[in-house]
């Protein structure tokens, strides 16, 4: 059975990019940087502020809570199969 990859934490890294802790374990590095160079829905993610504080899992990825009351339907979320495909890394957490 494939394993359908569920983001249980996510924390702002350097620069633009994200660390998804996923439920089997592994933890990604995803850079963020392209897409909010695109601009449309990811223009949000410029303020550096927005980046880190509305930053959270809703919808078993790595998302930003847009509304600030944890809405599913009212946030910027990345594909859970998209994130998983990023880079393995160490917990950066554990210094």
């Known amino acids: 059975m494939e394993y359908y990859p569920v983001v249980v934490q996510a924390v702002a890294g350097p620069g633009k990019t994200v660390y998804a802790y996923f ?9 963020m940087a392209p ?3 695109h601009g449309g829905v990811f ?9 880190v504080q509305r930053l959270t ?4 990825t790595v998302a930003w809570d847009v ?5 599913p ?3 910027i979320d990345i ?8 880079e393995s890394v160490s917990d950066p957490l554990m210094g």
């Open 79 to 86: 594909d859970p199969f998209e994130v998983y495909a990023a």
């Open 67 to 71: 509304s600030g009351h944890y809405d």
């Open 43 to 51: 223009a949000p993610l410029k303020d550096a502020d927005f980046f």
């Open 73 to 75: 339907r009212s946030c």
């Open 23 to 31: 439920s089997d374990g592994q933890i990604k590095q995803y850079d």
């Open 57 to 60: 899992v809703l919808n078993d």
């Open 35 to 37: 897409a909010i160079e």
